[in-house]
């Protein structure tokens, strides 16, 4: 039966009265904010400040569904792997004090810790290249086990003895055990359990009367409820929140997490030394730039430097973003972990920061545009294939999205979607030649390809396979917490939907093995002898990434 609308939804927006509020920029914060979530579902608070002064403070969507509680500014959201630069601001604090030291294996503050003959240090936990294995990405971390209450000493020993993912110090792969063991080396330095130091040692004395390690049983004033959803919106899935412990099990509002940072880059929290420490992106010792600090993601937003981090857990989705240059803050929060707000953040960001996000497009004829056309490498040999597709120019990184190239400026162009900017050098006497591809992406603005000889590979063969074999995919798979891969099928095609993104077709390979056309990425399942499958593995971008199966 068709559900019908007879009454258009409230808009639950809630405005601060802003000084001298300038109409045009609200309006188009407005746009971005009211584009990317419904009024009828559950929403966002969204936060910005530039120089200490709020440019943009509102709400929208509902805190509860069922009563039909609209959302404020107020609500209290769970901020999940936001949690971490807490963590890690905490250590730091003990380091300067003398009570842990970064370079010091973890079997000085955790004695009994098996490291299996290798030295882990605390800074390497910090920067996610210790090589342990995540706990979240275990197959036995189910959903059974993650509804039990665990302390932290069992949270700790439910992933200590897994064989570890490499050498430490050899690669960056996000880690949630590492940030777990850095809260258990917190309480066995300070004798105080991890929700009780960050009380006493940062939300007291700052006053964030609002942020708090999460409870189940407590009653907390403002607390957001939490949705998932598929075809439609449910409560999200339990989940203990012992589990997450100091990698994600803060809650938190847009005002208390405002205050964090500017209280964190006045130097309130750490000294300025210390956190330029914390800011400096690792470099692992093959070169690459693993483009992560101490608990901070390190980027830059068109010309500008950046330090930021996004949170995903159960029923909810949360980034906070400082624009360095510009000083500016944004703060968003979710309460569905359906729609990711990375995106959006950027974008206020770069508007609450004077940029220009979508600059006027011009056309260009297909003779120019096929001069752009090819197999472009950086000086890791990573590849970007630049094609022309029906008279859009098309650029895909090596384990990446493809994105459409909207021209703006002779040579110049915008990702469509993206604040990030590409322009095409040419180089040689008379007739010139493309050379290079300079991209200015969220990590840099001088990321430089070089044009090469070899061809455009070929696209990848379709396999065509049955309802009957592709029935037994269907299914949501959960990768980590708060993000699964929804699988479905309608006739002979298969769709796969991330938590947050949109639903894309996937194409068989093989009778288990699908690829994507719009990113560069491959999913395998693995049926048992019975023909159900229990398991799935994304392989994006260098890495496996294990999904269980969850409905």
Same mark, same amino acid.
């Given at each position: 039966?068709?559900?019908?609308?007879?009454?258009?939804?409230?808009?639950?927006?809630?405005?601060?009265?802003?000084?001298?509020?300038?109409?045009?920029?609200?309006?188009?914060?407005?746009?971005?904010?009211?584009?990317?979530?419904?009024?009828?579902?559950?929403?966002?608070?969204?936060?910005?400040?530039?120089?200490?002064?709020?440019?943009?403070?509102?709400?929208?969507?509902?805190?509860?569904?069922?009563?039909?509680?609209?959302?404020?500014?107020?609500?209290?959201?769970?901020?999940?792997?936001?949690?971490?630069?807490?963590?890690?601001?905490?250590?730091?604090?003990?380091?300067?004090?003398?009570?842990?030291?970064?370079?010091?294996?973890?079997?000085?503050?955790?004695?009994? *810790?098996?490291?299996?003959?290798?030295?882990? +240090? !605390? #800074?390497? %936990?910090?920067?996610? $290249?210790?090589?342990?294995? &995540?706990?979240?990405?275990?197959?036995?971390?189910?959903?059974?086990?993650?509804?039990?209450?665990?302390?932290?000493?069992?949270?700790?020993?439910?992933?200590?003895?897994?064989?570890?993912?490499?050498?430490?110090?050899?690669?960056?792969?996000?880690?949630?055990?590492?940030?777990?063991?850095?809260?258990?080396?917190?309480?066995?330095?300070?004798?105080?359990?991890?929700?009780?130091?960050?009380?006493?040692?940062?939300?007291?004395?700052?006053?964030?009367?609002?942020?708090?390690?999460?409870?189940?049983?407590?009653?907390?004033?403002?607390?957001?409820?939490?949705?998932?959803?598929?075809?439609?919106?449910?409560?999200?899935?339990?989940?203990?929140?012992?589990?997450? *412990?100091?990698?994600?099990?803060?809650?938190? +509002? !847009? #005002?208390? %997490?405002?205050?964090? $940072?500017?209280?964190?880059? &006045?130097?309130?929290?750490?000294?300025?030394?210390?956190?330029?420490?914390?800011?400096?992106?690792?470099?692992?010792?093959?070169?690459?730039?693993?483009?992560?600090?101490?608990?901070?993601?390190?980027?830059?937003?068109?010309?500008?430097?950046?330090?930021?981090?996004?949170?995903?857990?159960?029923?909810?989705?949360?980034?906070?973003?400082?624009?360095?240059?510009?000083?500016?803050?944004?703060?968003?929060?979710?309460?569905?972990?359906?729609?990711?707000?990375?995106?959006?953040?950027?974008?206020?960001?770069?508007?609450?920061?004077?940029?220009?996000?979508?600059?006027?497009?011009?056309?260009?004829?297909?003779?120019?545009?096929?001069?752009?056309?090819?197999?472009?490498?950086?000086?890791?040999?990573?590849?970007?294939?630049?094609?022309?597709?029906?008279?859009?120019?098309?650029?895909?990184?090596?384990?990446?999205?493809?994105?459409?190239?909207?021209?703006?400026?002779?040579?110049?162009?915008?990702?469509?979607?993206?604040?990030?900017?590409?322009?095409?050098?040419?180089?040689?006497?008379?007739?010139?030649?493309?050379?290079?591809?300079?991209?200015?992406?969220?990590?840099?603005?001088?990321?430089?390809?070089?044009?090469?000889?070899?061809?455009?590979?070929?696209?990848?063969?379709?396999?065509?396979?049955?309802?009957?074999?592709?029935?037994?995919?269907?299914?949501?798979?959960?990768?980590?917490?708060?993000?699964?891969?929804?699988?479905?099928?309608?006739?002979?095609?298969?769709?796969?939907?991330?938590?947050?993104?949109?639903?894309?077709?996937?194409?068989?390979?093989?009778?288990?093995?699908?690829?994507?056309?719009?990113?560069?990425?491959?999913?395998?399942?693995?049926?048992?002898?019975?023909?159900?499958?229990?398991?799935?593995?994304?392989?994006?971008?260098?890495?496996?990434?294990?999904?269980?199966?969850?409905?």
């Amino acid at each position: 039966m068709k559900r019908i609308i007879f009454f258009a939804p409230i808009l639950f927006l809630f405005a601060a009265a802003l000084p001298a509020q300038d109409a045009a920029m609200q309006a188009k914060f407005d746009q971005l904010v009211q584009a990317q979530f419904p009024a009828d579902g559950p929403g966002a608070a969204v936060l910005i400040t530039r120089k200490g002064d709020v440019v943009y403070k509102k709400a929208i969507g509902k805190a509860s569904i069922e009563l039909d509680v609209p959302l404020s500014t107020d609500n209290v959201f769970r901020i999940g792997s936001v949690t971490k630069q807490f963590t890690s601001a905490a250590i730091l604090k003990l380091s300067e004090e003398g009570k842990v030291n970064l370079q010091s294996d973890i079997t000085t503050y955790i004695p009994d *810790y098996p490291t299996q003959g290798k030295k882990i +240090t !605390v #800074e390497q %936990l910090l920067n996610h $290249t210790s090589g342990i294995k &995540s706990y979240t990405e275990m197959v036995e971390w189910n959903a059974m086990t993650r509804r039990k209450d665990l302390s932290p000493r069992e949270l700790v020993d439910f992933f200590k003895n897994e064989r570890m993912d490499f050498e430490p110090g050899t690669k960056y792969k996000y880690n949630n055990s590492g940030y777990i063991l850095l809260g258990y080396i917190i309480e066995r330095v300070s004798g105080k359990s991890y929700a009780a130091y960050l009380d006493e040692q940062f939300f007291k004395p700052l006053g964030m009367q609002h942020t708090y390690y999460d409870s189940s049983e407590r009653l907390i004033k403002n607390r957001a409820n939490g949705y998932s959803k598929e075809k439609e919106y449910t409560n999200t899935e339990f989940l203990s929140t012992t589990q997450p *412990y100091s990698a994600g099990a803060l809650l938190s +509002t !847009v #005002e208390d %997490l405002t205050t964090w $940072t500017r209280a964190l880059h &006045s130097g309130k929290v750490i000294k300025p030394e210390t956190m330029q420490k914390a800011f400096k992106a690792n470099v692992l010792p093959d070169g690459t730039n693993s483009y992560y600090g101490y608990g901070w993601q390190i980027g830059a937003l068109m010309g500008s430097h950046t330090i930021e981090h996004g949170g995903a857990i159960n029923g909810f989705l949360s980034y906070l973003i400082y624009v360095k240059e510009e000083d500016v803050c944004v703060a968003v929060l979710t309460n569905c972990d359906c729609v990711s707000p990375d995106a959006l953040g950027d974008k206020l960001a770069a508007l609450a920061a004077d940029k220009d996000l979508a600059p006027t497009a011009i056309s260009v004829k297909n003779e120019v545009l096929t001069t752009y056309t090819g197999v472009y490498e950086n000086d890791k040999k990573e590849q970007r294939i630049i094609t022309l597709e029906n008279g859009v120019l098309k650029s895909q990184r090596t384990g990446s999205s493809k994105f459409t190239l909207v021209p703006y400026a002779p040579g110049q162009f915008y990702f469509e979607n993206s604040l990030s900017r590409l322009r095409f050098t040419e180089e040689g006497k008379g007739a010139k030649k493309v050379s290079k591809a300079i991209v200015g992406d969220r990590h840099t603005d001088e990321n430089v390809w070089t044009k090469t000889d070899k061809p455009i590979p070929a696209g990848k063969q379709e396999l065509q396979l049955t309802e009957a074999q592709l029935t037994p995919f269907t299914g949501e798979y959960q990768l980590a917490p708060g993000f699964t891969i929804t699988v479905t099928r309608e006739g002979t095609q298969l769709f796969c939907q991330a938590t947050g993104q949109s639903r894309f077709e996937v194409y068989a390979e093989s009778p288990t093995r699908f690829f994507l056309k719009v990113v560069d990425a491959t999913i395998e399942f693995y049926p048992d002898e019975k023909g159900a499958v229990p398991q799935m593995t994304l392989f994006q971008g260098g890495q496996e990434i294990p999904g269980t199966r969850i409905k």
